[in-house]
């Protein structure tokens, strides 16, 4: 879904590359699935986000043929983030990961949450926006 045209020659993993990019986040992991040869081409070397650095930038996770017991696709980000985890250390060399899904159409600051994460010292933190009943998918079930 990422890989998505939006706006043209956009894609909508440009909002999330964009928001990392706005707020200084230089080292960026993007974990991809189902022919991903298509996001490939479209992120490159990461230079449109200002992405294309020696010691930081991009890097492309794809996946890759594991034992029997973990073939295939991922099952879902969960299992993406855990095949992925050592890679993920590695990049990440911080005290923190930010894990973001990149196929949200959004303009965000990630500044703010995560000062918001690290005031009380929490293990995880969320973004959430609020959304009418009538316009959530559950809305039948209300």
Not at 67 to 78: E, F, K, L, V
Not at 104 to 123: G, I
Request: glycine letters at 8%; a positive charge.
């Amino acid at each position: 879904m990422s890989a998505i045209p939006f706006g043209g020659k956009y894609r909508v993993i440009d909002f999330a590359l964009s928001n990392c990019c706005h707020s200084g986040i230089d080292r960026v992991g993007v974990l991809t699935q189902h022919s991903p040869a298509s996001l490939h081409d479209h992120i490159g070397s990461g230079r449109a986000w200002d992405l294309d650095r020696r010691e930081r930038g991009v890097v492309i996770l794809q996946p890759y043929l594991r034992p029997a017991s973990h073939a295939g696709w991922y099952r879902g980000t969960a299992d993406a983030l855990a095949q992925n985890w050592d890679a993920i250390e590695e990049l990440a060399r911080a005290p923190a990961c930010w894990c973001c899904r990149a196929i949200t159409s959004t303009s965000m600051d990630y500044r703010a949450l995560f000062h918001a994460h690290e005031q009380p010292r929490a293990a995880v933190t969320i973004a959430v926006a609020p959304v009418a009943r009538e316009r959530s998918r559950g809305a039948s079930a209300w």
